[in-house]
């Protein structure tokens, strides 16, 4: 299979359920393509796909250790994408710095480099690649609402998790209805929280 991507474009690739909030009836992803270099492109989902917790115990955990990194390569992957389209997902080498809601001899440790298929944005990508807070708006897909995904009255948005660490080490960063980085973050057992899947594929 080919895949042609442009920067800004938005792209369909594999199905997950969106549309149906039983969850029995599956949904082409579409993803904004956020960049591209060396023959792949940076995606993220257009909505938000699924309500997950960052991790299910309110303990000390990194992006390396909780357990939403395992459901994304491992039961999401398997879900959403074909063999065929898995074989098109890159491993991608991504940092996870410190946290910055609180002052350098006190931040919560972020876990420095991971090797991930699929992951939730950085605070640093989430600047970089959108122009500003209302570009990084999103809505949560019906069966992600249904599942238990805030989603703001004004606006019909949800709050969408990042990797790196909030205020405690407990929290994790995120981006909330208004499109603004929460940089102290959440709970990680938030029960409202949408994931956003990004990752690296192969275009061409």
Not at 66 to 86: H, K
Request: proline share 4%; net charge negative.
């Amino acid at each position: 299979m080919s895949i042609e991507a442009k920067a800004g474009q938005t792209i369909t690739f594999g199905a997950y359920p969106q549309s149906d909030v039983t969850g029995a009836k599956k949904d082409p992803i579409e993803w904004r393509v956020l960049k591209v270099e060396d023959g792949k492109a940076l995606v993220i989902s257009v909505l938000g796909l699924d309500n997950v917790m960052f991790n299910s115990l309110n303990t000390s955990v990194t992006w390396a250790t909780a357990e939403i990194r395992t459901w994304l390569n491992e039961t999401f992957m398997s879900e959403a994408f074909s063999a065929d389209e898995q074989a098109k997902i890159c491993t991608s080498k991504i940092f996870t710095a410190n946290s910055i809601a609180r002052r350098v001899a006190n931040a919560a440790p972020g876990c420095g480099e991971t090797e991930d298929k699929i992951f939730p944005l950085s605070i640093d990508e989430a600047k970089e690649l959108f122009a500003d807070d209302a570009d990084r708006c999103c809505a949560p897909s019906a069966y992600c609402k249904a599942k238990g995904a805030f989603a703001h009255e004004s606006n019909g948005n949800c709050w969408w998790w990042l990797r790196n660490p909030g205020y405690y080490t407990s929290d994790t960063a995120g981006v909330n209805y208004n499109g603004m980085i929460h940089a102290s973050g959440d709970n990680i057992t938030s029960p409202s929280d949408a994931v956003r899947p990004a990752m690296w594929i192969k275009i061409g």
